[in-house]
Each structure stands twice: as structure tokens, then as C-alpha cells.
């Protein structure tokens, strides 16, 4: 994840050269790249200039870990069987699902870091994650594709309006296809759920950053992509529930 994370703004290649540190440039054998038992061991510095290490790398890895695990108890739980006792064919079905959601959430936490880090949300990892997902719902969800593809259509067009009236200085182009991938995931009425959480926590930041007048993070304008990924995770997770939820207060008024 550190690697995407890194090398894809960059347009470097992610499958050629050693990961190395950025300050002495020396490659980094095996035992350094352990995650955060590597961290921990080397006290977040380099082995070889002792230059500090950036806290992005533990936070990348402890990130993946947490969400790799929720993601198998959600998928593990939707299934509603022993994972001890399942006939082949819902084995097969549980672990393309696994790997499925595994892979979109791997997506996601790249988008997260590289758009935070670098204010870029690489085409390398958005185009791929919308040919898994579309592949996904025409093998195994097909009863689904028709609504997802209209939630992608519908939450993208909704973003590049955006990006059109403010010129790109409100929303970059990278979010108009990332909402794409979006509705693509989580279809209706899920991306709506989605939506409003992104735009809810980024209202929320971005008014406490105003506030200590601190507008600008790691060197640009704030990033949104963080925020649709938030929005992405949650909704992925408890969309459905929420939605409901939102509906019975509706009808309680």
C-alpha cells in the first residue's frame, strides 16, 4: 500500500527497484520492511542515516490490517454460516466476494493516503478497482449492475457539474471519476448515504481548519477524496442501515 501510495503521483513504476529511504536513498533489506514491527525495531528511524521515518508508513499499515479485518467479519456475517461448515459452491461464493471487497478496500485506503498525502487520486488504482467492480457485478451480482451503473452515471455527472461551475478550483477531476467507482460499489441508495457523509465531515474539517486558520493541508488545497473514501467505507459497512434509519425519522415526523 506504502509503495501505490507513494510511487503512483509520482508515476513511478510500482514493480521495479527496491523500496529505499528518502533521505540517504539506501534500499532497505527485508527485516526493515516488516509492518510496524519494522517501525517499532528501528524506532522510526533508518537503519542507515538514523533520519526519522515518516508516521505515514505505521498509520498506511495499521489502516490495512483494521480494515482488512473488518471487511472479513462484514463479509463472513452477510454470508450468515459457519466458516467451518459451508458447501463448496457458498465457499466459492464467500471468498470471490472476500477477495472482491478486500481489493475495493485496498483501493480505497491508496485513495485515501495518495490524495491526502499528494492531493492526486491516481487513475492506476481508480480505472482497475471500476473493472473489478464492474466484472464483480456481471459474475456474481448481476441483478444489480443496472441500478449500480445509473448511481455511477448519476453520482458522477452530479461531480463533474460541480467541477464545471467551479472550474476545477472546488473539485478536481479526480473525484468526478472516483464518484464514478463510488456508484459503481455501493449503487442506490447507498452512494447517496455516501455522499452526504463526505460532504457532512469534510463541511465539518474544513470549517475546525478555517477556524485555527489552518486552510491549507501538506502544501494544497484541501483534498476531498479523504472524505469520499470515508463516506465510501461507512456506507459500504452500514449504508443500508442508515438509510433505514434515516427513513423512520423521516416518517416519524
Not at 490490517?65 to 467479519?73: H, K, L, P
Not at 478536481?172 to 464518484?179: H, M, P, S
Not at 463541511?203 to 494544497?220: D, E, N, Q, S
Amino acid at each position: 500500500m506504502n509503495v501505490l501510495v507513494d510511487r503512483l503521483p509520482k508515476e513511478e513504476s510500482v514493480v521495479k527497484g527496491r523500496s529505499r529511504c528518502d533521505k540517504c536513498k539506501k534500499d532497505l533489506k527485508w527485516h526493515d520492511l516488516i509492518p510496524l514491527l519494522s517501525f517499532i525495531f528501528l524506532k522510526g528511524k533508518c537503519r542507515h542515516c538514523q533520519a526519522r521515518l515518516s508516521l505515514y508508513y505505521p498509520i498506511v499499515e495499521f489502516t490495512t490490517g483494521v480494515m482488512f479485518a473488518i471487511t472479513a467479519f462484514f463479509v463472513l456475517n452477510n454470508f450468515q454460516f459457519s466458516i467451518f461448515n459451508f458447501q463448496s459452491s457458498l465457499n466459492f461464493q464467500f471468498s470471490i466476494t472476500l477477495i472482491y471487497y478486500l481489493s475495493i478496500v485496498s483501493s480505497l485506503i491508496v485513495v485515501f493516503f495518495a490524495d491526502l498525502k499528494y492531493g492526486i487520486i491516481p487513475d492506476k488504482i481508480i480505472f482497475p478497482a471500476i473493472f473489478v467492480s464492474a466484472f464483480y457485478l456481471l459474475t456474481m451480482n448481476y441483478q444489480l449492475l443496472t441500478i449500480n451503473f445509473f448511481s455511477a452515471v448519476g453520482a458522477s455527472l452530479f461531480f463533474l457539474l460541480l467541477f464545471l461551475i467551479t472550474r476545477g478550483k472546488g473539485m478536481g477531476f479526480g473525484d468526478v471519476k472516483f464518484a464514478f467507482l463510488m456508484g459503481l460499489v455501493l449503487g442506490f441508495p447507498d452512494i447517496v448515504v455516501a455522499l452526504y457523509i463526505a460532504f457532512l465531515t469534510g463541511a465539518i474539517i474544513g470549517c475546525i481548519l478555517i477556524i485555527w486558520r489552518k486552510k491549507r493541508v501538506f502544501g494544497t488545497a484541501i483534498p476531498f477524496g479523504p472524505f469520499l473514501v470515508i463516506g465510501t467505507l461507512i456506507s459500504i459497512f452500514y449504508g443500508s442501515l442508515i438509510f433505514q434509519k434515516f427513513l423512520q425519522v423521516l416518517a416519524l415526523r
